[in-house]
């Protein structure tokens, strides 16, 4: 057992990387062009009377950022073509709440129509989420050697992580009304029925603390009473469990977008509100035992790290497995806000920021792009992004409409490919929808028809014009006379 907790946890922090959401501002950029741009604001909907989104070929985004790169990690061995591990320049490139972070989405099915001033999307989505906290405090006395910590101790709470599979079942309405001497405000909802495949999370308050006998190298290890915390590890295998189980929540994203004047618009979105109880197979793996001492380590040679680490986990990880009872986790909850000017006719700026919250902590993207409409075929964008931990990107994206037939792709660190091995994030995202009519030639139809039939505001002309109103005319005293 102990082997597979061991193995658990290197599996996590290995797999992390593979598999990392949605801060992707070129495609936010992009405009409400695509049905995928709904899962930012629930009022977004693209030019379409009606549209469907098909399994796999519709949507398909990864987004994953780290705070340091791969030559960060190695470096190149003078006179070959080799690399070296290079403790020391990762070191010097970690910071206190540097992250590793994954998200992964998949379109099930999206259809969305419109209903009068309203407009209805229903959907089904695959999504997987995990963050990992590097303990640099903790990567410096593994890597760097204990020798300079003899008779220091050293405690160590960043130990945060989580990972999470789930699907998303949902339905929207936006609808559009007319405010403050007719400006045009679209509001919009959507509730989503959650269902849980896989969590794991390290409970917040982990913490370790370590201290070096000077004289003999004796190391104690002492941690608090931290659990780890899992569900359907082991009923991942099971068909049935992946179509229906007793791992279920709710959540529900709100939205709006204020049209100011004919060229200037504000959005405000928050997604991603609610949660999910795990109540089949749960498994919690709770410390019992909160000290240990292991006799004459000197991590200074970093040949047998990797066998000392394996073996002080093994050996201090005695705990009790909990299979009862349940637990709740939170949805990655975030906030959009936004603001486009349309600066040409056919090209508009916009300007966005983005919050999130990533293991209790609050993260800030903002970006800055320009979207050009070429025709009525194609659609493109450019953008200036920042996330937390890493400098400015260069992101872009395009759409191309084909009859009914839609094309779309993003990237949000375009000149990242140019250099792989000093990329911090990658961000893709590509897909066909379906799209059928345009709403905008019928809107603009519907409004020459609504003109067509007002009323004449011109006042008829009396057949006779006197120098009186009607009911000052004198007509009556004529024949009052005869």
Not at 5 to 23: C, D, R
């Amino acid at each position: 057992m102990k082997t597979i907790v061991l193995s658990f946890l290197i599996g996590f922090v290995g797999l992390t990387p593979i598999v990392h959401a949605q801060s992707d501002l070129s495609f936010y950029h992009l405009g409400e062009l695509t049905p995928q741009h709904n899962i930012y604001n629930p009022v977004f909907f693209p030019d379409a009377d009606f549209y469907v989104s098909l399994p796999l070929i519709s949507g398909v985004s990864t987004n994953i950022n780290n705070s340091f790169t791969y030559s960060d990690l190695f470096a190149e061995i003078e006179g070959s073509d080799s690399v070296q591990f290079d403790p020391d320049n990762l070191l010097s490139n970690v910071n206190n709440g540097d992250r590793l972070s994954f998200d992964g989405s998949i379109s099930l099915l999206q259809v969305g129509f419109h209903v009068g001033k309203g407009a209805v999307q229903l959907f089904a989505n695959e999504r997987v989420k995990s963050r990992l906290y590097y303990p640099k405090t903790l990567m410096q006395y593994l890597l760097a050697g204990n020798g300079d910590y003899l008779g220091q101790e050293i405690s160590e709470n960043n130990l945060r992580g989580d990972g999470s599979y789930y699907r998303e079942y949902g339905a929207g309405y936006s609808h559009e009304l007319s405010i403050m001497g007719g400006k045009k405000l679209r509001v919009g909802m959507k509730i989503k029925y959650l269902q849980g495949f896989i969590q794991a999370e390290v409970d917040e308050d982990a913490m370790v603390n370590i201290l070096t006998d000077q004289d003999n190298y004796n190391v104690r290890v002492t941690t608090n009473q931290s659990v780890l915390r899992t569900a359907g590890l082991d009923a991942i295998e099971n068909a049935d469990y992946l179509v229906s189980n007793g791992n279920n929540g709710f959540g529900f994203d709100i939205g709006a977008d204020l049209q100011i004047n004919p060229k200037l618009n504000v959005a405000l979105a928050i997604n991603d509100i609610g949660s999910i109880t795990w109540k089949e197979g749960v498994k919690n793996y709770e410390l019992i035992e909160s000290e240990a001492t292991f006799g004459g380590m000197d991590l200074r040679n970093l040949d047998n790290a990797g066998d000392v680490l394996k073996d002080t986990l093994e050996q201090l990880f005695d705990y009790q497995v909990i299979e009862d009872g349940q637990f709740k986790t939170k949805l990655n909850t975030r906030v959009f806000v936004s603001g486009s000017y349309k600066v040409i006719p056919k090209g508009t700026v916009t300007a966005t920021v983005m919050t999130r919250n990533d293991l209790g902590d609050l993260s800030l993207t903002y970006g800055f792009g320009y979207t050009h409409y070429v025709g009525r075929m194609l659609t493109v964008s450019a953008s200036l992004s920042r996330k937390p931990k890493q400098g400015i990107a260069i992101g872009g994206g395009f759409g191309a409409r084909l009859g009914i037939v839609q094309l779309y792709t993003s990237v949000d660190n375009m000149i990242g490919f140019t250099d792989v091995r000093n990329m911090q994030n990658l961000n893709v995202r590509v897909g066909v929808n379906f799209l059928f009519g345009r709403h905008s030639v019928k809107k603009e139809k519907d409004k020459k028809s609504d003109n067509l039939d007002e009323p004449s505001k011109s006042k008829s002309v009396k057949g006779k014009i006197g120098p009186f109103p009607d009911e000052y005319e004198l007509h009556h005293l004529h024949d009052i006379g005869n």
